[in-house]
């Protein structure tokens, strides 16, 4: 069964820094692209970043250039930088394994980041 726990989030004001993790299980972890998404309040789910078994990384606009997404397979773990933060990026942050577009397993219990003064 895939297990996904999601750590790091914290309140951080405008132009902090934060990192990342989420640790999974379950399922041949270096065998899989895995993604970050957020939700914020009243919104939608978005995918962040993606990185592929082979560490081929992709970022939504809004992000790139301050986050940064690496993996470990050997920890079976993916982790998130996210420099320069800003309010926007205020949301529950969640990581899932996904084969080509298609995600799998169900979701973690997320880590909330809150960018604020």
């Known amino acids: 069964q895939v297990q996904l726990v999601e750590s790091g989030g914290g309140l951080v004001q405008p132009g902090g820094s934060l990192r990342l993790s989420c640790a999974a299980s379950?399922?041949?972890?270096?065998?899989?692209?895995m993604r970050w998404y957020r939700q914020a309040p009243g919104k939608e789910r978005e995918l962040v970043a993606h990185?592929?078994?082979?560490?081929?990384?992709n970022y939504a606009d809004s992000v790139k250039g301050r986050f940064t997404v690496s993996r470990d397979n050997a920890k079976k773990t993916v982790y998130l930088q996210m420099n320069s933060l800003k309010p926007e990026d205020t949301a529950v942050y969640y990581c899932?394994?996904?084969?080509?577009?298609?995600?799998?397993?169900?979701w973690g219990q997320g880590t909330q980041v809150t960018v604020s003064s």
């Open positions: 990185i592929t078994s082979d560490g081929g990384t």
């Open positions: 899932k394994p996904s084969y080509g577009s298609v995600t799998f397993g169900n």
């Open positions: 379950g399922f041949t972890f270096s065998s899989y692209a």
